[in-house]
């Protein structure tokens, strides 16, 4: 089957050209290359894709300085994984990987085993709908390789390992597999759903790489769906490989709705997406111990910036939420001084779990508060002659604070205002 038309419908035009360049070159430099993974899987699917996964049978780190040699990119590479990545002046990246054949040695030469390398290389994939290729060498640009059954799946709405040893291979798949599930509407074939309880028995998760867990949890709460993802996760026991005392209830459910709610409103304000997993990350972790989602943190082995940012929101939306539920009442400025030291995601979560008292609060917030500032600056106060100017940044703000409470909110009553404080902070 040849797909060329597809491709070039579904992808952009600059993509598709690419892969024509790709193709172009490997005839050139006598390698073979295919598209694969994901990209394949959606052009079937008929959505576009812009990961673009080539494998090169031959040297894909060799393979991608030429490539980007010629087309005025550059290329990074992954030496020891025989990988690199080409990035072109605008930001587009191709990825190429070698071909793994490295458990089996297929003489390349003998016709029956043709295609041998790249189905080796597909068959250690995770599903088969993720399974497939398409040759990019010109002759046979286009032609479709589905050697286990991923268009059958596809159609048939179905999540299938290719072998027994999947899961055990690669526990993290585990997650891929809810994500895909969720992301898909499709369902775990009923043999990839006993490998699927027997490796959560095993205990395999222990072995995954703790940013790989953080990643899967961060692409699964990116997914439009994904708090039927997280209740599928449920239904598998998963949420335990993150932390025991990790729950879906019906109570955290609705919160999760809360958070939609307050995002979606967000989105139609300022027509600006805020990072959704962070705001939902913390949602999810908002009733455990504080100890809890420290170890969860250490177990993700983030980096040091990554974990300071995640840990901080965390905290504060911990912190914020208790703080808040005992204060109930404030003036609006003191909302915003609390509110305004979060990065927005977290500031959305704060919102969503504080409850209705609050509502009108956030959105006064997001929508005019946070934009605040005085009409009169330093300037002003040095015609004033106000000492020492050390002050000045704490009379700015308290001249900002009484104008989101509405005290004084034109330039003449912010100069009786500050005056006045000057005079009785016993400042000259
Ligand atoms: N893959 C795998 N096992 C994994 C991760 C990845 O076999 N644990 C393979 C799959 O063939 C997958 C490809 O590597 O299609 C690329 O991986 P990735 O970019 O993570 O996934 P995509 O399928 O492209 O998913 P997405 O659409 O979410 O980017």
Request: charged fraction near 30%; aromatic fraction near 10%.
């Amino acid at each position: 089957k040849n797909i060329t038309g597809m491709i070039e419908n579904i992808l952009p035009e600059r993509v598709f050209k690419t892969l024509l360049d790709v193709g172009a070159m490997a005839d050139e430099l006598g390698f073979k290359c295919y598209l694969v993974g994901g990209v394949v899987r959606d052009i079937l699917l008929r959505k576009t894709n812009e990961d673009i996964d080539i494998v090169v049978e031959g040297s894909a780190p060799e393979f991608a300085k030429s490539f980007a040699d010629r087309h005025g990119a550059r290329a990074a590479v992954h030496a020891k994984f025989k990988t690199a990545v080409v990035i072109f002046p605008d930001g587009f990246r191709v990825d190429f990987a070698t071909s793994r054949t490295e458990y089996y040695h297929f003489p390349a030469s003998a016709p029956m085993v043709e295609d041998a390398s790249i189905k080796n290389d597909l068959f250690r994939r995770d599903f088969s709908i993720n399974a497939m290729a398409v040759k990019l060498n010109k002759r046979e640009f286009g032609t479709l390789l589905d050697f286990f059954g991923g268009q059958r799946d596809l159609q048939d709405k179905k999540i299938r390992v290719l072998h027994s040893l999947s899961f055990v291979d690669d526990p993290s798949r585990a997650l891929r597999a809810v994500r895909f599930a969720v992301r898909f509407d499709f369902m775990i074939g009923p043999h990839t759903d006993r490998l699927f309880r027997h490796a959560v028995n095993l205990d395999l998760f222990e072995r995954v790489q703790g940013q790989r867990m953080f990643l899967e949890l961060k692409y699964i709460l990116s997914e439009k769906n994904y708090k039927k993802a997280l209740r599928m996760m449920r239904k598998y026991d998963l949420l335990k490989f993150f932390h025991k005392d990790l729950r879906l209830d019906e109570r955290k459910e609705a919160q999760f709705d809360s958070l939609e709610m307050i995002l979606d409103w967000y989105r139609f304000q300022f027509d600006e997406e805020p990072e959704l997993y962070i705001a939902r990350m913390a949602v999810l972790f908002s009733d455990l111990e504080k100890s809890a989602v420290k170890d969860i943190l250490e177990r993700f082995q983030l980096d040091e910036h990554k974990t300071l940012e995640h840990s901080e929101c965390f905290k504060q939306v911990k912190d914020s939420l208790a703080w808040l539920k005992r204060s109930k009442k404030m003036p609006n400025s003191v909302f915003t001084r609390h509110m305004s030291r979060m990065a927005t995601p977290c500031a959305l979560a704060v919102s969503a779990l504080v409850g209705e008292i609050f509502e009108k609060q956030v959105k006064d917030y997001f929508s005019v508060y946070r934009y605040v500032k005085p009409d009169i600056g330093g300037n002003d106060l040095l015609a004033m002659k106000i000492e020492p100017k050390t002050e000045y940044s704490n009379l700015l703000s308290a001249v900002k604070d009484a104008k989101i409470d509405g005290k004084c909110t034109d330039r003449e009553s912010q100069l009786r205002f500050v005056a006045e404080l000057a005079l009785k902070n016993g400042e000259k």
